[in-house]
């Protein structure tokens, strides 16, 4: 048990080593294959642009945490919410990192 946890630690330092190598932590985890395979997307900024939301919102945090993108996410996703779909990302990316046992 106590190697599981030894790995999920070194799981979650690995994710944040990784977060500062991108601009955002959203373009290490909203990867294109993600995003092409849970939606009708290519890739994150597709979505951005095809929401019509870019423009009415000065930053990115305030358009992802508005409730129009919530509910383009739940239209034109499989999720209800955007946060839904980060936690699905994060838990692809996770199980992608583990050992097969």
Not at 44 to 50: G, P, Q, V, W
Not at 62 to 78: P, Q
Request: hydrophobic share 40%; with cysteine.
């Amino acid at each position: 048990m106590v190697n599981d946890f030894r790995l999920l630690s070194s799981l979650i330092e690995d994710v944040h080593r990784h977060i500062f190598e991108y601009s955002t932590s959203l373009d290490f985890l909203m990867v294109p294959d993600f995003i092409k395979c849970h939606s009708y997307f290519k890739t994150l900024e597709c979505m951005k642009l095809a929401s019509g939301l870019i423009a009415k919102y000065s930053t990115e945090k305030e358009l992802f945490s508005s409730s129009e993108w919530d509910y383009f996410i739940k239209d034109n996703t499989m999720f209800d919410t955007w946060k839904d779909m980060k936690i699905q990302a994060s838990i692809v990316y996770i199980k992608y990192k583990l050992p097969l046992y």
